[in-house]
């Protein structure tokens, strides 16, 4: 893929990531209250607005305040600067690898920017499962960085695809022959 297609694919990619995300807080910030729950689809959906200081599903949501900047906010701007660099610049990377990073990259942005914005807070409502078997609280950017991440895994481990034979001389070129030894020539009678 040449350089400017990608730039505009990857750019695309963190843009719906990013604006899919925030637009989806920000309507979830104004129409949820927070700690009431709302249960959809036979309560396979639930929506619940929480202010999440952790990381995904609140891990390192008890850690000191400054470790919490330093890795969620600090430490993920230099690590999100990498991959977005790495997507659009790795001329390596084809676009079975750079799109699951941009994916990667527009979800930890838009978390990113909650973190800035909220003071160190990430707004999580979406739930789903089955009666008690569900998951964490979490958003738009955390399906896609997990989504970037499964692709790249999937990646990884899918198999590679066999080395083409080499061609075999076309029908109807006639094989080639040996060289044919020679036969003696006789020779002249030698002049005394």
Known sequence: MRSIPRFFVVMITLC?????????????RALLASGVTESLFADSLRLQ??????????LGDSLPEHVRFTLFTAA?????????????????LGPARFVPLAL?????????????????HVTDFLNV??????????????MAILG?????ILRRHAPTPAA???SAPPPSAPPPSAPQPS?????APAKT
């Open 104 to 120: 990667v990259a527009g979800g930890g942005i838009s978390n990113l920017i909650d973190r800035l914005v909220f003071h160190g």
């Open 49 to 58: 607005l929480v202010e999440n200081t952790g990381a995904f599903l609140s």
């Open 148 to 152: 970037g991440a499964l692709l790249l």
């Open 129 to 142: 499962g089955i009666g008690s078997f569900r998951t964490g609280i979490f958003n738009l950017a955390d």
């Open 76 to 92: 993920a701007a230099v690590l999100l600067i990498g991959l977005v660099c790495a997507a659009l610049f790795a001329s390596r």
């Open 164 to 166: 083409p034979r080499p």
């Open 183 to 187: 036969a003696p020539q006789p020779s």
């Open 16 to 28: 719906c990531c990013v604006g899919c995300d925030q637009v989806s807080k920000s309507a979830a």
